[in-house]
């Protein structure tokens, strides 16, 4: 498995390469033997080190996981490292227990691709110290608050493009449940209608259906 390492706002050192390298791999051969790639980020703020890793186990399922730490890049590291072999373990479980019958074939041929827009927020545009100022006005000057402070439409950042895959409804909550992304939008394999499975707050995960539950999934 090819592994990148790299730093944000910060070097990664020799230590801290071999302990990434050695650890990811460690835990993802594990359970999966044939992972494609994978990739470790270290990132250094005035709140501490973060690590993200992201491995590529197959075409269509990544796995990333995050960890934490104020004062120690290696820890925030073994964070990391715990979290990715806690969705691994849950993984491999659910596919003990769950019949793939979509083909990588079938998957493309009716995966579709749509556009992507992420906006900044209001607050973001215009900047830490305006929203400063903006706190420290009176409630009764909010019309004049929101018209100074907030621009005409919401600038956009980026513009990407989302790939909509072909999937089962427990595959589409296992792909949701290796990744730290809030929500995934996808094709039902039982009607090719678009569903989203969703992050709740009580960290359990809720399936939209608006076509309804047609046959098995």
């Not at 709140?47 to 004062?71: I, S």
């Not at 373990?89 to 995966?111: C, D, F, Q, V």
């Not at 089962?168 to 909550?173: H, I, N, P, Y």
């Amino acid at each position: 498995m090819d592994i990148k390492i790299s730093g944000k706002n910060i070097s990664t050192g020799i230590a801290f390469q071999r302990h990434a390298q050695e650890a990811l791999e460690e835990v993802v051969n594990k359970y999966f033997s044939n992972a494609i790639a994978a990739a470790v980020t270290l990132e250094k703020t005035l709140a501490g080190f973060t690590v993200k890793t992201k491995v590529n186990l197959t075409k269509r399922m990544d796995l990333e996981a995050t960890g934490h730490d104020a004062r120690d890049a290696h820890l925030a590291l073994d964070a990391a490292i715990i979290h990715a072999e806690k969705r691994l373990r849950r993984h491999k479980r659910r596919l003990k227990n769950h019949r793939n019958n979509i083909t990588e074939l079938e998957a493309a041929e009716h995966s579709i691709t749509a556009s992507l827009a992420i906006y900044e927020s209001a607050f973001q545009a215009v900047g830490v110290d305006e929203q400063k100022d903006v706190k420290h006005k009176t409630h009764g000057d909010d019309t004049r608050q929101d018209s100074e402070t907030e621009p005409d439409s919401l600038p956009v950042i980026a513009q990407l493009s989302y790939e909509i895959e072909l999937f089962t409804v427990e595959q589409a909550v296992m792909k949701l449940e290796l990744s730290d992304e809030p929500c995934l939008l996808f094709r039902n394999a039982s009607h090719l209608g678009l569903n989203l499975v969703y992050r709740r707050n009580d960290n359990t995960i809720a399936w939209v259906d608006p076509r309804g539950n047609r046959g098995e999934t």
